[in-house]
């Protein structure tokens, strides 16, 4: 029994790493209906940019505001050039306008940077730390831990703010927003600029966990089924579905593994989001029909 | 001396269009429209489907940019406005088709029309931190005499899109009337309402314009409320305007009895 709860705790934690990624995306879809597929190569880029700085002797804290302000200077650009010129335009095309915004990205990353793979050291250890008898992974603990701080963060501008209010009205009707004083463009250049910096958290705790390389932008992948198990617009959901799929893949590894053969952490999130969209196509979260794409 | 060459400001208009021309890829909406709205008073825009009326108010809030001509709003003229612009100046409007933020509730939707007057900042209001707390409170003050003022109070938790049409349209009307207009687009507040809800509607905007003192411009198809409510009718046909005046003038005026009100039988 202890086992079972250590192997569902782990996976709960590694779980929350997914979840991280899924917020990026949620925040976009939830501003501007579209799917960002760029949201990897953001994650790539922000933690290339901030391993290269932080390996060439600028220190910590310096490095993270210097690659924040990278992730802003993106959301300028990415608002002037691509959402801008694409406004009114369908979700495909926006779709269409990100897939390419994200070799962009990681052309961008590569150029700048190199294609060596880096180390990232968080000072964290991954000592595992015993909890009322079960073992625990010192660094899941933290990622968890700081993914709370961040939706808690996250949640105070969404839910109190006018920044908050307008996001919610640009997402619900973006003619009437326009009508009652929002300036659209000053919603998406704020919503991509959090995306960049959600995705800036994300990319240091996965880099840390795998090191910093272009695989990095492939851990989109594992946020779709949690999009998909969530739902697209609730953060919530990206927790959730987060945790879902964390802890199923690690149960399902362990206990279903030994009798349908090994390996089955890399497929099995994929078809559970499969069989949710059968039954709940919208998500456990989420608010309407999703655009698939 | 300046005095004596110009009228004092109250006797300027409040909203002045000159010459504007609008056109889509070649297609002329409005051609060459000029007349002016008087600070207080409540001005309506008639004429056939696509006579160009609701255009005219998308160029005055700037969703629309016109290829020719000036606005003036306030003594202040240029050639074109942004909405964001308008809204800061103290213009709201509502649409046709209703521009709800049907997934919020009406106390939100409402509260969205006072966005533009809050000035904490987005940490102080995070953490409810220095001027944010007293400010929400304000804020929320005033959303809730709007909401009284046209009696949708029973409503203000509920989500809009569950609201009947009716109801959402005064909820519209709650959220332009928040952000304490100068002027006030109203792009046919009566559409699909029936006689009972026209005339509740009129007197909300009747009570608008005489407690608040606000300018109104109104888009409306039914005679019978525009010349009981107005004190000024411009009417267009095809884009061009045909007649400007009082509704007594207006309704005495042949071309607009031959294009719009249909020859005396």
Same mark, same amino acid.
């Given at each position: ?99 390419? &915004?994200?070799?962009? *990205?990681? +052309? ?5 940077? /190199? =294609?060596? !793979?880096? %180390? #990232?050291?968080? @000072? ?99 946020? &779709?089924?949690?999009? *998909?198990? +969530? ?5 919530? /959901? =990206?927790? !959730?579905? %987060? #945790?879902?799929? @964390? ?47 | ?265």
């Amino acid at each position: 029994m202890e086992f079972f709860f250590e192997v569902l705790i782990g996976g709960l934690l590694a779980g929350v790493m997914y979840s991280l990624v899924a917020i990026g995306f949620v925040l976009i879809y939830k501003a501007s209906g579209v799917f960002n597929f760029a949201q990897g190569s953001m994650v790539l880029f922000s933690a290339l940019t901030f391993v290269s700085l932080h390996e060439r002797g600028v220190p910590f804290w310096l490095a993270f505001a210097v690659t924040l302000a990278a992730m802003v200077v993106i959301a300028l650009l990415v608002e002037r050039f691509v959402l801008r010129p694409l406004v009114n335009r369908s979700p495909i095309t926006l779709f269409m306008a990100t897939l390419g &915004l994200s070799y962009m *990205i990681e +052309g961008a990353a590569q150029a700048l940077w /190199g =294609a060596q !793979v880096h %180390g #990232l050291e968080l @000072g964290v250890s991954d000592e595992p730390l015993a909890l009322g008898g079960v073992l625990l992974s010192q660094f899941d603990l933290f990622a968890a831990g700081t993914a709370a701080v961040l939706v808690t963060a996250l949640s105070l501008l969404f839910s109190k703010t006018r920044i908050g209010l307008s996001l919610r009205a640009v997402a619900d009707d973006p003619l009437a927003a326009l009508a009652v004083g929002i300036r659209l463009q000053r919603i998406w250049v704020v919503v991509w600029a959090v995306a960049g910096f959600v995705g800036l958290v994300a990319g240091l705790l996965w880099g840390a966990r795998v090191g910093v390389q272009f695989s990095l932008s492939l851990v989109v992948l594992k946020a &779709l089924p949690v999009l *998909i198990i +969530g739902g697209f617009s609730s953060i919530g /959901g =990206a927790i !959730v579905g %987060g #945790l879902i799929i @964390g802890a199923s893949e690690k149960l399902a590894e362990i206990y279903l593994g030994p009798v349908i053969g090994g390996g089955l952490e890399n497929w099995f999130p994929y078809v559970l989001a499969l069989l949710f969209l059968l039954v709940r196509p919208a998500g456990l979260f989420g608010e309407r029909a999703i655009e698939r794409v | 001396m300046s005095e004596a060459i110009f009228p004092p400001a109250s006797a300027l208009p409040l909203l002045t269009l000159e010459h504007i021309s609008l056109s889509f890829k070649g297609v002329k909406a409005v051609t060459d429209i000029s007349f002016a709205v008087a600070r207080g008073e409540i001005c309506a825009l008639i004429g056939p489907n696509g006579a160009g009326k609701s255009s005219l108010l998308n160029v005055i809030n700037g969703v629309y940019q016109a290829q020719e001509g000036w606005i003036s709003f306030e003594g202040e003229t240029r050639s074109r406005m942004r909405p964001h612009d308008a809204a800061v100046r103290g213009i709201a409007r509502t649409f046709q088709n209703l521009a709800l933020f049907k997934g919020m509730s009406v106390l939100d939707n409402v509260l969205t029309g006072r966005n533009l007057k809050r000035r904490s900042s987005w940490l102080e209001q995070a953490l409810r931190m220095g001027r944010a707390a007293p400010e929400d409170d304000r804020q929320r003050e005033a959303a809730e005499r709007v909401i009284e003022f046209l009696r949708i109070q029973p409503w203000r938790n509920a989500l809009v899109g569950k609201l009947p049409y009716g109801l959402q349209k005064r909820v519209e009307l709650a959220r332009a009337l928040a952000s304490e207009p100068k002027l006030l687009l109203l792009d046919e507040p009566m559409a699909g309402m029936n006689t009972e809800e026209k005339q509740e509607m009129s007197r909300f905007i009747l009570d608008i314009n005489r407690e608040f003192g606000t300018t109104v411009v109104l888009i409306e198809h039914d005679i019978g409320v525009v010349m009981g409510l107005s004190h000024h009718v411009v009417v267009l046909d095809y884009g061009r305007k045909i007649g400007d005046g009082t509704p007594q003038a207006v309704r005495a005026n042949p071309e607009v009895i031959a294009a719009y009100l249909g020859a005396r039988h």
